[in-house]
């Protein structure tokens, strides 16, 4: 009898001793991969995917909230804008991926209730906030709650951050972004075979002439909630085959009165959507889907928005609606001066060349 409790002790015993080497082993995993940026990010590859931007944004910008006097609200086209280009800042990305203005009001009042007076925010405009029907805001609960981050514990002894582990090493990666050693977003090294193919070009979905204006009252008030601060708000650069297609619908002109409201309340407001040499461009090296540009290519974008001027994006708080809407005009009738008008009609029956799965909205 004192035998067979010394076997079921020792085997008791052997169990617990293996499940905790195998815990421990995870969390070692994790913190060499680091899939949500509590230490050093990935140290093995230096390749970090955005696998929860909502969480692993938050991790890092938190113990370091004092060394910021600037933030970038936007989707993840905003993550690419170089935050390392705001001459004068310190900015911090706050952008992600397929990021709403509801999502970022939450993060504002998360900030604001610990103290965070910017000096500078850049707002990055989404057309999709303001077309078809509201989407709820997807928020990890703390930030709702107004609680500390969860723990390096509590995050990385679980089998989410695990699975985020094992697709790094595979190289499995959700989208087609990624982040450097330092945290800068990029896009994916891709061939010239993988380039962008514009044309033909899918009208925008849900049906753009559901737009509704009022939704514009949301950027307002995200720019209120640093009343001192300095506001800049941006459209990004966007393929001027997406944008011709977009300005034939019939909801292009009720878009623009509903930006023009939004710009009101802004200090600037640049829009880098109109067809331009840059976004007229089919390089790989640019752009993977007529969306989301490279961080080089938002360079001279960052530039612009903190020079307030541009050669190739339209100021919205020097022109007003009706000059706006004739500069949008003129560069759409230089571009079908040189490129076939996209037949929105076939568009919806024709199959387009599919892009890769892992492809983001904006």
Not at 78 to 94: F, H, I, M, V, W
Request: one cysteine or more; proline letters at 8%; aromatic letters at 10%.
């Amino acid at each position: 009898m004192a035998r067979s409790r010394r076997r079921l002790r020792s085997f008791i015993l052997g169990v617990i001793a293996s499940a905790g080497l195998v815990v421990f082993g995870c969390f070692v995993l994790n913190c060499l991969i680091d899939p949500l940026w509590y230490l050093r990010g990935n140290v093995v590859s230096g390749i970090n995917y955005p696998f929860n931007e909502r969480l692993s944004k938050m991790v890092r910008l938190l113990p370091r909230l004092q060394d910021y006097d600037c933030v970038i609200f936007g989707t993840s086209r905003a993550t690419l804008l170089p935050e390392d280009q705001a001459k004068g800042y310190r900015c911090y990305n706050l952008a992600i991926s397929d990021g709403q203005v509801s999502e970022h009001l939450l993060l504002a009042d998360y900030l604001r209730q610990r103290g965070f007076a910017p000096k500078l925010i850049i707002v990055e405009i989404k057309r999709t906030d303001l077309i078809g029907p509201p989407l709820p805001p997807d928020m990890p609960d703390f930030i709702r709650t107004g609680d500390a981050v969860p723990s390096i514990l509590a995050s990385y002894l679980t089998l989410d951050a695990m699975d985020f582990s094992i697709r790094t090493l595979r190289g499995d990666a959700p989208h087609h972004r990624y982040y450097d050693p330092e945290f800068r977003a990029r896009l994916e090294v891709r061939s010239k075979k993988r380039y962008y193919n514009p044309a033909p070009t899918v009208a925008p979905t849900p049906p753009p002439n559901d737009v509704h204006a009022e939704r514009g009252a949301l950027y307002r008030q995200l720019r209120a909630k640093f009343p001192a601060a300095r506001a800049i708000g941006f459209i990004p650069l966007e393929s001027a085959w997406r944008m011709a297609a977009f300005s034939l619908t019939g909801g292009f002109d009720a878009y623009l009165a509903a930006v023009a409201d939004i710009a009101q309340s802004y200090d600037e407001f640049l829009d880098f959507s109109p067809p331009s040499q840059t976004t007229l461009s089919k390089s790989p090296k640019e752009t993977y889907d007529g969306l989301h540009y490279s961080r080089e290519a938002n360079v001279q974008v960052m530039a612009d928005l903190l020079a307030n001027r541009s050669d190739t994006a339209i100021d919205w708080k020097r022109e007003d609606r009706q000059a706006v809407a004739a500069l949008f005009q003129r560069r759409f009738t230089e571009f079908f001066a040189t490129t076939a008008k996209p037949d929105l009609t076939a568009q919806s029956t024709e199959k387009q060349k599919p892009h890769p799965p892992r492809d983001e909205s904006d």
